[in-house]
């Protein structure tokens, strides 16, 4: 996958043609940034942040939503480097807690099958979590998954999820407006979320932490935008995340089938058409977020949206800012998992 070479030419054409998708879907708020060989490329902020017309900003946050588990995922394979995880040893080796499931399975679970959807968990389920196939035989969506790991990396390392991604990623990439943890400062800077009909469904005046997912959370808590995600796009074009080579070859390897056409690796979906693409979605109400990068060519798109009809949005530049030829498999892949 490339940006297009129109527009690393010409970058002025790149704002008319994200206003008018914007115009044509319906999008209040975008932030936007395209990375060439590496390097930033492009980056801008369009739109509205809030219900009163405020213009988007470079410092706007948004809900990232699963695009955290990109993150989480690299610091987990990070700590393998270190020593301090084993990737294929169960958790509830490690774990010094209850079981969060009597189904005795449940002690079968791996970080890799929490990395890969293959721990048999669902999405989001209370307690006792019911198992539906045997670790590692399957596929299945698990934030659930990525919020285990998550206790037991805390707990092996003996500090929280935001000190470590700050220790590994915020401080040394300068991603500096991140956080995991609902601040007010974060509130402050917060975009309204907007829904089908271009009415305000959030506004995050409050830390969450009810039901069975609450912040920090490795699955869906990063405060951010597009100019600070592409921090880390950067960081992973460049040095692999600070992995190991052969840490970062098993991140993009296939581990799990999703689709016949969307494979999963350890903290990113895969393309079969597309080897060398690494690639997220997030999707939580009022926020729409994509994270697209190519290993080989180096480049890459992010694009974070403020609005319930962001997919389409995300889904369109694909199409229009690169060559990319992975974008109906995986829009097949999201549609079906909402």
Same mark, same amino acid.
């Given at each position: 996958?490339?940006?297009?070479?129109?527009?690393?030419?010409?970058?002025?054409?790149?704002?008319?043609?994200?206003?008018?998708? /914007?115009?044509?879907?319906?999008?209040? #708020?975008?932030?936007?940034?395209?990375?060439?060989?590496?390097?930033?490329?492009?980056?801008?902020?369009?739109?509205?942040?809030?219900?009163?017309?405020?213009?988007?900003?470079?410092?706007?946050?948004?809900?990232?939503?699963?695009?955290?588990?990109?993150?989480?995922?690299?610091?987990?394979?990070?700590? !393998?480097?270190?020593?301090? !995880?084993?990737?294929?040893?169960?958790? /509830?080796?490690?774990?010094?807690?209850?079981?969060?499931?009597?189904?005795?399975?449940?002690?079968?679970?791996?970080?890799?099958? *929490?990395?890969?959807?293959?721990?048999? /968990?669902? =999405?989001?389920?209370?307690?006792?979590?019911?198992?539906?196939?045997?670790?590692?035989?399957?596929?299945?969506?698990?934030?659930?998954?990525?919020?285990?790991?998550?206790?037991?990396?805390?707990?092996?390392?003996?500090?929280?999820?935001?000190?470590?991604?700050?220790?590994?990623?915020?401080?040394?990439?300068?991603?500096? #407006?991140?956080?995991?943890?609902?601040?007010?400062?974060?509130?402050?800077?917060?975009?309204?979320?907007?829904?089908?009909?271009?009415?305000?469904?959030?506004?995050?005046?409050?830390?969450?932490?009810?039901?069975?997912?609450?912040?920090? =959370?490795?699955?869906?808590?990063?405060?951010?935008?597009?100019?600070?995600?592409?921090?880390?796009?950067?960081?992973?074009?460049?040095?692999?995340?600070?992995?190991?080579?052969?840490?970062?070859?098993?991140?993009?390897?296939?581990?799990?089938?999703?689709?016949?056409?969307?494979?999963? #690796?350890?903290?990113?979906?895969?393309?079969? @058409?597309?080897?060398?693409?690494?690639?997220?979605?997030?999707?939580?109400?009022?926020? @729409?977020?994509?994270?697209?990068?190519?290993?080989?060519?180096?480049?890459?798109? *992010?694009?974070?949206?403020?609005?319930?009809?962001?997919?389409?949005?995300?889904?369109?530049?694909?199409?229009?800012?690169?060559?990319?030829?992975?974008?109906?498999?995986?829009?097949?892949? !999201?549609?079906?998992?909402?």
């Amino acid at each position: 996958m490339q940006i297009r070479s129109e527009f690393l030419q010409n970058p002025e054409a790149i704002a008319p043609l994200v206003r008018a998708e /914007m115009e044509r879907v319906g999008i209040p #708020g975008v932030t936007l940034a395209l990375l060439h060989k590496g390097e930033i490329h492009y980056a801008a902020a369009f739109g509205v942040k809030d219900a009163a017309g405020s213009p988007m900003t470079e410092d706007t946050m948004f809900e990232s939503a699963s695009l955290t588990k990109t993150l989480f995922g690299t610091l987990v394979l990070r700590l !393998v480097d270190e020593g301090k !995880v084993g990737l294929d040893r169960p958790i /509830m080796d490690v774990l010094k807690a209850e079981p969060w499931s009597d189904d005795p399975r449940f002690a079968l679970i791996t970080p890799r099958h *929490c990395l890969c959807h293959a721990c048999g /968990m669902p =999405n989001w389920q209370a307690k006792p979590i019911k198992i539906h196939f045997d670790p590692g035989s399957q596929f299945c969506y698990s934030g659930e998954g990525y919020f285990l790991l998550q206790h037991m990396v805390e707990q092996v390392t003996g500090k929280g999820l935001e000190s470590l991604l700050r220790e590994y990623f915020f401080h040394p990439l300068g991603m500096n #407006g991140c956080a995991v943890d609902w601040t007010p400062e974060i509130g402050a800077a917060f975009s309204h979320g907007f829904g089908e009909d271009g009415s305000v469904v959030k506004i995050r005046d409050e830390r969450s932490d009810k039901d069975e997912a609450p912040e920090p =959370n490795a699955a869906w808590s990063l405060y951010a935008n597009a100019f600070e995600m592409a921090k880390f796009q950067q960081y992973m074009l460049q040095e692999h995340g600070g992995l190991r080579p052969e840490t970062f070859q098993a991140q993009h390897t296939p581990q799990n089938q999703a689709t016949p056409e969307i494979p999963w #690796g350890l903290g990113w979906g895969l393309s079969v @058409k597309e080897p060398s693409i690494l690639w997220h979605w997030g999707d939580n109400g009022g926020f @729409k977020s994509l994270s697209l990068l190519d290993w080989e060519t180096k480049d890459a798109l *992010c694009v974070y949206t403020n609005s319930n009809r962001g997919a389409a949005l995300w889904s369109s530049l694909g199409r229009l800012l690169t060559d990319t030829t992975s974008m109906d498999d995986i829009d097949a892949f !999201v549609r079906a998992n909402p």
